[in-house]
């Protein structure tokens, strides 16, 4: 047991003197002590804690004086760090200071004395053993806020403040030690989990609200940095009360072991008969309705009303049986969550048993006392606590020492699978029975048993999928495109020969596309007239215009006869010579070259014209004399096309339907016969045979 003193300092014109009063304060492990009456914020922890001038962040008032005694455990050595020091130096640090020593009692050693308006510190100062006197004293003064320090062992050379914030770190990742003791009102944060904290939050003070630090011991956190989110939530946990922020360039988060998931309460793993209840309220709403109030309604974030005892005092209690054990790590609570029934539990404890009979109370670590939870502030907010350290049972039970009106609450416990406190013993190796007799005469060696099985590395097989099925998809995507591509391009190569199999060039088609690019006859070429013998002038003479006539189509064309009086028109399928000297006979008509003949008979359409040529218009100004018996018959057929046509009684049947070629010698036709013939259809054919 250790007995320290508290001194109160008042001055006047003669001097200071003192009246002290002592406290006894006893803590296993470490000894932490403060005395005087300008004592401000203080935890000392065990390993890390926080101290503060009175009336800090406000100006610390005259003539006061506070001394604080920290002890760490033997073998270790002490580390400062000033948050904020701000005491007025006027007279030279003579009256207002702060002093730090090597040791406690009449034989320490000072290890500096500080004063200064606004200093900043960002050096650590090291003590020379494990323990260390922190003194302060004000005098007269106009300004100052004082000081606030934060220590820890020497092991976390990571220490911050509790003033450090998000925003003061740009690494993506960083890890830091909080002290204890920064459960305090010196700063705000905004956020939660798992969403994130704004970066102007305090790091340390979030650290508690996530619940990965407790206020009462300190410890490491790991953050990561990440981008900013327009809108920040504000919560309750830990006692800390986050407040709604606005849109930031960055957030935090913390990283933790993931023991923090939902035990079944709200999802219904955990049944209905695992939930019971020291006293249930019967009671009739005001619709003479008896409304639910059993221990089973009491499941978080569901719709209805809560569970409510029937008897209001501190012996009531709510009990949860996991079934087996789980690593409890937090505690989320509500209200009623019903508007007109405007009751919640506002403080509680929580207990935990292993076979339901005897039961712990849980208490923070170094604790002597039990640990009261703050629950709700009003009906509907939810609120969390965590357990640090967490709580291994089967059983939880909760225990309201403090509600509104009724007792009645809806919760979700926090956790995980339980971790293995010990690795599991193997199982004996099973006896080899023989039927050989034991040989005395030879020594028997035991045989080297070893593991040979080789353990998955599933990390390496995972990484090598994920560069393998992308490369095997890209290849696969490759292969079809240039089957896909070589399919398409037979398909053109096939459309593009056409039905009759005619080279590129031979094509119809592709002559008159090439035509719009030759130069066009100008105007002043004259084109040979068409020529007319005395005989048929003669027999040529004016007559009305017959009827226009359509027929059904041929396949080809009829070629011109010679002697043909006509014109053709664009898109004519026959090439009828130009300024040929009648009396000419080719020497051989079907060997001459292509470009010096013409076709016989009218070339195929292209693929892509018309079906049917188009029609010859023919203008005749006079008639022969005899009038055909039969009417005529057009090869042509195009609507909104008409053909002039005109026949002779004298028509052969029996004349050839093709014209010779040129060159060949012909008796010449008859002065009765037609200027050109038309073959007859099949159809008249059939009709003629009848």
């Not at 630090?213 to 990561?224: D, T």
Request: glycine content about 10%; proline content about 8%; aromatic content about 10%.
């Amino acid at each position: 047991m250790d007995t320290v003193g508290m001194v109160r300092v008042e001055s006047n014109g003669a001097g200071l003197f003192f009246i002290s009063t002592f406290i006894i304060v006893l803590n296993t492990g470490a000894s932490r002590a403060q005395k005087g009456d300008g004592c401000g914020h203080t935890l000392l922890g065990p390993n890390s804690g926080t101290l503060s001038s009175i009336s800090y962040p406000q100006t610390y008032p005259n003539g006061t004086v506070c001394e604080w005694e920290i002890r760490v455990r033997p073998g270790e050595k002490v580390t400062f760090k000033f948050a904020d020091f701000d005491i007025e130096d006027s007279d030279s640090c003579h009256f207002n200071y702060l002093r730090i020593y090597n040791g406690i009692g009449p034989t320490r050693t000072e290890i500096g004395k500080y004063c200064g308006l606004g200093l900043q510190w960002d050096h650590l100062i090291g003590s020379a053993g494990n323990e260390v006197t922190v003194q302060f004293m004000s005098g007269t003064h106009v300004s100052g806020r004082g000081f606030l320090l934060s220590y820890s062992t020497t092991d976390h050379p990571d220490l911050i403040t509790c003033l450090d914030k998000g925003s003061h770190f740009t690494e993506p990742e960083f890890s830091k030690y909080c002290p204890a003791g920064c459960l305090t009102a010196f700063g705000e944060i905004s956020g939660t989990i798992p969403h994130g904290y704004r970066d102007s939050s305090l790091l340390c003070r979030a650290g508690i609200h996530a619940g990965v630090v407790s206020n009462v011991l300190g410890g490491q956190i790991n953050v990561v940095n990440s981008k900013g989110i327009p809108y920040y939530e504000g919560s309750l946990a830990n006692n800390v009360t986050s407040k709604v922020g606005p849109l930031s360039a960055s957030l935090f988060t913390f990283k933790t072991n993931g023991c923090y998931g939902t035990l079944g309460l709200e999802s219904g793993v955990v049944r209905n008969a695992q939930i019971t209840a020291s006293t249930v309220l019967q009671w009739d709403d005001i619709n003479r309705q008896p409304p639910v109030w059993g221990p089973e309604r009491a499941r978080l974030k569901k719709p209805g009303p809560p569970w409510a005892a029937l008897d209001t005092n501190e012996n009531q209690w709510l009990q949860v049986d996991l079934k087996k054990e789980k690593r409890i790590t937090g505690i989320s609570t509500t209200g009623s969550t019903m508007p007109d029934y405007y009751f919640y539990v506002s403080g509680y404890r929580v207990l935990y048993s292993e076979d339901g009979k005897n039961w712990s109370v849980f208490r923070e670590a170094n604790a002597d006392h039990d640990k009261i939870f703050q629950g709700n502030v009003n009906y509907l907010q939810e609120v969390r606590n965590n357990f640090i350290p967490p709580i291994e049972a089967r059983y939880i039970r909760i225990n309201p020492l403090q509600w509104h009106q009724k007792i009645a609450m809806k919760v979700e416990l926090l956790g995980c699978q339980p971790s293995l406190g010990r690795a599991p013993i193997p199982p004996p190796l099973p006896k080899i029975s023989t039927d050989f007799p034991v040989q005395l005469d030879k020594t028997t060696f035991t045989p080297d048993i070893r593991n040979t099985t080789v353990t998955p590395n599933g990390t390496k097989d995972v990484a090598l999928a994920a560069v393998l099925v992308p490369v095997l998809v890209m290849a696969l995507t490759a292969l079809i495109l240039v089957l896909v591509c070589a399919w398409h391009w037979r398909n053109r190569k096939k459309t593009a020969e056409g039905t009759y199999d005619l080279p590129y060039w031979d094509r119809p088609g592709w002559w008159k596309g090439m035509k719009q690019f030759l130069p066009a006859k100008g105007p002043e070429v004259e084109e040979s007239p068409v020529r007319y013998s005395s005989t048929e002038v003669s027999r040529l003479r004016a007559r009305d215009v017959g009827p226009l006539l359509q027929t059904a189509p041929a396949e080809y064309a009829q070629p011109l006869v010679g002697g043909v009086v006509g014109t053709l028109r664009q898109r004519s399928t026959f090439k009828p010579g130009e300024g040929v000297d009648p009396s000419y006979a080719d020497p051989d008509p079907y060997d001459a070259p292509l470009q010096e003949i013409y076709h016989a008979y009218a070339e195929p359409l292209p693929a892509s014209g018309a079906e049917y040529a188009t029609p010859i218009i023919m203008d005749i100004s006079s008639h022969l004399a005899g009038t055909v018996s039969q009417p005529p018959i057009s090869t042509f057929k195009s609507p909104g096309t008409a053909l002039l046509s005109r026949t002779d009684s004298s028509v052969s049947t029996g004349h050839v339907q093709y014209d010779t070629p040129k060159g060949t010698l012909s008796p010449a036709p008859a002065a009765e016969e037609l200027v050109y013939q038309v073959p007859q259809s099949s159809v008249q054919k059939a009709v003629d045979s009848g």
